[in-house]
């Protein structure tokens, strides 16, 4: 298990909603897609979610001519902070199973959560993740998409714990 998961999984769960409190709502999702087309025949995803502090979203949470939170992603999505993070990877350290976090991850609180998935609704373990990320020789997880998902998290924080 990596630093990163051992520390979100160590945490209590009213200091681990504490963390995450202010965005439920969106995430980044950042892993490995081969080139196929997505819903194609053959499309293959591998992925983790990635957190964002609501500070980016406020702007567009709090206009009153926004009216849903697809809006809010799609305005999101043509910010120059949107852009830049677009552009970032997250290296992955085989022999520690772990990732090598960004600095513009660091400098913006942007937080990795380790819920590893295989297309849109298969968990992996960590195991798993990181066996076919090697496998597959992906030296770095790289943006996909953004997702709306209520709840995430209690859904993370049981998936932290399950494990």
């Known amino acids: 298990m990596s630093n990163l998961m051992m520390q979100l999984a160590m ?16 995430r980044v999702i950042f892993g490995y897609k081969n ?12 992925s983790l979610r990635v957190w964002i502090g609501k500070e980016y979203f406020d702007k567009f949470l709090n206009d ?6 697809m809006e809010v992603v799609k305005l999101f999505r043509k910010t120059p902070f949107f852009k830049e993070l677009a552009k970032q990877t997250i ?7 772990d990732f090598i976090v960004p600095s ?3 400098k913006h609180n942007i937080k990795i959560i380790p819920y590893f ?8 373990t960590p195991n798993q993740f990181f066996s076919f990320l090697q496998e597959m020789k992906v030296k770095e997880l790289r943006y996909i998409t953004i997702i709306l998902y209520s ?3 209690e859904n993370e924080y049981k998936f932290l714990h399950k494990r």
Not at 12 to 23: H, P, S, T
Not at 64 to 69: A, F, G, H, T
Not at 91 to 97: A, M, P
């Open 64 to 69: 009153p001519k926004v009216e849903n939170n």
């Open 91 to 97: 290296k992955i350290d085989f022999k520690n199973w």
């Open 151 to 153: 709840n995430s998290i």
């Open 35 to 46: 080139e196929k087309r997505y819903y194609s025949d053959g499309y293959f995803e591998m």
């Open 11 to 26: 945490m209590k769960k009213k200091d681990y909603f504490n963390e995450f409190k202010d965005n439920d709502v969106i």
């Open 104 to 106: 513009f991850f660091k």
């Open 117 to 124: 998935q295989l297309g849109n609704n298969e968990d992996l």
